[in-house]
């Protein structure tokens, strides 16, 4: 009996840790990146003995074989925030704390800290990035701050040069400096038919100021494949000279039309200096900065893990992970090698069955029990053999 009791123990034990894993589940089931884990039951060992050629084998109960991370995919819902980010498929985030220590996580809840470092907004960890060499980096917005501007080297124009007109006038075409300053330039065009059929002289001004002179001849009304780019060096008041190209290779003609002409500037290739304005992640995990100008700018890629047994995996707390067991981790980028692609502005919720949890509670419930009921039986038992002496 005594015997008895020692095994109704054991699962009672047994389901207690089970229903402890179901609560520390169902405790999480808005944790973002959760990974519910289910406990695994074996048998204890055996004794036999045997008697009249017969063997008999008496179980000594319950033991429980560890728990089993489940690390299918929870799912991903919007959170409004740029820096939240969320795995869609195979990896983890790297995380590195203040002691150096690496751990991994699918919780992507990041900001960026008063230095621009990217870090975890659960316990500070700075979230890590790839450089080009392949070596472990920050993801840091230094450098990043302030976008320099760009001198226009090329200006393009489009439209119909009235071949009838006399003259016509581009203005304003606007373009920018070495330093990111904006000049309003304007472009002349002289009919010089007389001169040479389908000619034009092309004169740049800034302001009054004669940058200088080319020329465009049309054929069919088409520009020359030689006319067709023209070149200038313009130096700007105080500044220094730059090259400028006049682009009029593509959809520029010149066919009769009264005297009204549609030339037109339609694009430059400079900017003005800009300020950081947003910085989000794309769908490789690299960091893309948006400035003021309206330029972008990449900077540093997220770096994530990935395990090939769950035997490498250890649990640590606050939705991370570590490498367990001496078994390294494979680390690589988003959308490459297997790696999911980054989602942006989303968070994976935990992934834990609640219908499932419910069903193995009664389960444990219904274990608990039974093993509570062999210890009354056996401890009644018990009563029963003590009660024999006094009578």
């Not at 105080?238 to 190209?245: E, F, I, R």
């Not at 910085?279 to 330029?295: I, M």
Request: charged share 15%.
């Amino acid at each position: 009996m005594l015997d008895s009791i020692n095994v109704g123990v054991t699962g009672l034990l047994g389901y207690q840790q089970g229903l402890r894993t179901i609560a520390n589940n169902t405790a999480n089931l808005n944790t973002p990146g959760y990974k519910s884990s289910t406990l695994q039951f074996t048998d204890l060992f055996y004794s036999s003995s045997s008697s009249g050629g017969r063997s008999t084998q008496l179980g000594y109960g319950l033991d429980t074989a560890g728990t089993r991370l489940d690390f299918s995919q929870g799912d991903l819902r919007q959170t409004g925030n740029d820096f939240d980010l969320a795995v869609d498929g195979e990896g983890l985030f790297v995380l590195k704390d203040a002691q150096g220590q690496t751990s991994y996580t699918r919780a992507g809840q990041f900001g960026f800290d008063g230095d621009g470092v990217l870090v975890s907004r659960v316990d500070g960890s700075k979230v890590m990035g790839i450089d080009e060499a392949g070596g472990s980096v920050e993801i840091s917005l230094d450098g990043l701050r302030v976008a320099a501007g760009k001198e226009t080297s090329l200006v393009r124009l489009t439209g119909n040069l009235s071949s009838t007109s006399t003259e016509e006038t581009v203005s304003p075409v606007k373009v920018f400096d070495a330093l990111g300053q904006e000049h309003a330039l304007s472009v002349k065009f002289t009919n010089t038919h007389s001169t040479s059929a389908g000619s034009w002289k092309v004169e740049v001004f800034d302001g009054t100021t004669l940058v200088g002179t080319s020329q465009v001849v049309f054929v069919d009304g088409e520009p020359t494949l030689s006319s067709s780019k023209l070149a200038f060096s313009y130096t700007p008041a105080g500044g220094v000279a730059q090259p400028l190209t006049l682009d009029l290779s593509a959809d520029v003609t010149s066919f009769a039309s009264g005297n009204l002409s549609t030339l037109a500037m339609t694009s430059q290739d400079g900017y003005a200096p800009g300020t950081l304005s947003k910085v989000t992640f794309d769908a490789t995990g690299t960091l893309v900065a948006t400035y003021s100008n309206g330029q972008t700018v990449k900077g540093a890629r997220l770096a994530l893990g990935r395990f090939e047994s769950l035997d490498a995996v250890e649990a640590l707390g606050g939705g991370q992970f570590r490498e367990a067991g001496g078994i390294p981790w494979t680390v690589g980028c988003a959308g490459e090698a297997g790696f999911g692609p980054l989602r942006a502005g989303m968070l994976e919720i935990s992934n834990v069955d609640l219908s499932r949890e419910f069903s193995s509670l009664v389960v444990m419930q219904r274990g608990y029990q039974a093993s509570s009921q062999v210890i009354s039986t056996a401890n009644d038992m018990l009563q029963e053999l003590f009660g024999m002496k006094n009578k």
